[in-house]
């Protein structure tokens, strides 16, 4: 479970902060692609999951679980299981800051 740790702060947080750097310039509403948001908004929840229960889980366990731990975040998550399953979504760059935000979240317990 020290790997899923390691995974969050040396993957992870890097990640968001590099994604919402990329993002400070553009407009809420401008398209974000659904393969983007879905791997910001689910990666690292697995990581929690397991650090948590020991088990290894599929991304929608995963969603699932973080949508129960952080409410706020449920709607994008929603919508990003909907995604998974086929039904076209539109995300925007809002969704990708909220994801962030998600993912700083789950880093925030491996400190």
């Given at each position: ?72 975040y449920a709607d ?36």
């Amino acid at each position: 479970m020290d790997a899923g740790r390691e995974n969050l702060r040396s993957y992870w947080l890097p990640y968001a902060t590099s994604t919402a750097e990329r993002l400070a310039a553009k407009r809420d509403d401008d398209a974000v692609s659904a393969e983007a948001i879905e791997w910001l908004a689910l990666g690292a929840q697995r990581l929690v999951v397991t650090m948590e229960t020991g088990r290894a889980v599929s991304k929608s366990e995963a969603a699932g679980f973080a949508a129960r731990r952080w409410p706020e975040y449920a709607d994008v998550l929603t919508r990003v299981l909907a995604s998974r399953r086929g039904d076209t979504r539109l995300f925007t760059v809002l969704d990708a800051r909220v994801s962030v935000a998600l993912v700083l979240d789950c880093v925030a317990l491996a400190v």
